[in-house]
């Protein structure tokens, strides 16, 4: 409510706030934190310089379209293959430790049809708490939370960087313009670990007068926490994409592979699931991670089916990526076109996830940088 009165400019009774300014808001961008703007809707930009919505509204929409003036953090590391590109981003520390750095991959991607867009993959955490064991990110652990500002300045830098090569935004302002058409979720971190922040981040980047990225162009990833699940079903974002990590079709598996499975079993993910408000022609990804002699035998193709039926989803496989000093292989071609057969003969729409960035360890379950974890000096 206060929020509202102030944004508004008026005391709640539709008289004029004698202590708001009602003009349109010339800010000094060179002493602005880009902490602030980039966590902040325009209605809380606005009530934070005490302005109203439509006063603010005209520097909000150029600073988070054009980045002018925003002090976004450097890039410490920067990698390409092909046409894959994975950056990192200096973050500070915690507890005395030198900077931490996110890690971001723009992923080209091409339809069956022709068309051709970007894909940028975003962390939310530096490291990871779940422990995954086919994952590279969770052997650092959980180092720490991104803020929502953090996690916005990847969507930033990425489109920078985008215009660097060539796919300099256009005018009129078009989030697609930058060529970035994708968010997803699928970086460092669970991102239902970080619920308030990531979700923040959603508001900042979906904000009508800001970045204006579809909900339905972003994609979160969860492992499945079920609590986060609940969570985001209560803010009633239809159109936002979920995916689900599933990997293992059944509880003795899926603890081996991912320890918080041990609390929230299949069986209340289902449900979890089955009570989520999706659009009317949404569709749940369930994503499994293929790898040889673990889970990818036809008994498992066909229990993932099962569990799948009632859900309205497409499966997507992921051959295993393989990560440094790991134990777990990639299955042969032949066994997962044998895995996506069966899935489909058993009535699973189903997808096949191309590899991109496997060298330079940014594909999927590759993030981390093992000089940050935990245990390490
Ligand atoms: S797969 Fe995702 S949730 Fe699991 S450890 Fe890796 S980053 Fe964390």
């Excluded at 902490?35 to 930009?45: G, K, M, N, V, Y």
């Excluded at 393989?322 to 066994?335: I, N």
Aim: with cysteine; aromatic share 6%; charged share 20%.
């Amino acid at each position: 409510m206060l929020q509202e009165k102030i944004a508004a400019g008026t005391d709640g009774l539709g008289r004029r706030d004698a202590g708001a300014p009602t003009g349109p808001v010339a800010l000094d961008r060179r002493h602005r934190p880009t902490a602030d703007i980039c966590s902040q809707t325009l209605r809380e930009f606005a009530a934070v310089n005490r302005t109203s919505v439509q006063a603010a509204r005209a520097a909000y929409c150029h600073t988070m379209r054009t980045a002018a003036g925003l002090a976004l953090p450097s890039i410490v590391r920067r990698e390409q293959q092909d046409a894959v590109l994975k950056f990192c981003l200096e973050v500070p520390g915690t507890a005395g430790r030198s900077p931490f750095e996110t890690e971001s991959v723009i992923i080209p991607m091409n339809s069956y049809r022709g068309s051709s867009w970007h894909t940028l993959c975003i962390s939310s955490q530096v490291g990871c708490r779940m422990g995954c064991t086919f994952c590279e990110t969770a052997r650092m652990g959980l180092l720490r939370n991104l803020s929502a500002a953090e996690i916005v300045s990847q969507f930033l830098v990425a489109r920078e960087l985008m215009a660097e090569r060539g796919l300099a935004p256009s005018k009129p302002y078009r989030y697609f313009l930058s060529g970035i058409q994708n968010i997803v979720f699928m970086g460092m971190g669970e991102p239902l670990d970080n619920f308030e922040e990531v979700t923040q981040a959603i508001r900042v980047l979906t904000e009508p007068n800001g970045i204006a990225f579809p909900h339905a162009q972003i994609t979160l990833s969860t492992v499945g926490r079920i609590d986060g699940l609940r969570k985001l079903a209560a803010l009633n974002w239809p159109n936002l994409r979920l995916a689900i990590s599933l990997n293992a079709p059944n509880d003795a598996l899926r603890n081996q592979l991912m320890p918080l499975n041990k609390g929230m079993p299949l069986a209340e993910l289902h449900r979890a699931l089955m009570a989520y408000p999706l659009a009317r022609r949404g569709l749940f990804l369930i994503e499994y991670v293929l790898i040889k002699d673990v889970n990818d035998s036809p008994e498992h193709a066909r229990e993932t089916a099962a569990w799948c039926r009632d859900l309205r989803c497409v499966v997507n496989l992921i051959p295993y990526n393989p990560q440094r000093d790991a134990t777990y292989e990639t299955p042969d071609e032949a066994v997962t076109f044998r895995f996506l057969t069966e899935l489909r003969r058993n009535g699973i729409f189903v997808k096949r996830r191309l590899t991109h960035g496997r060298d330079l360890m940014g594909a999927c379950g590759q993030l981390g940088n093992p000089g940050l974890r935990k245990s390490s000096p």
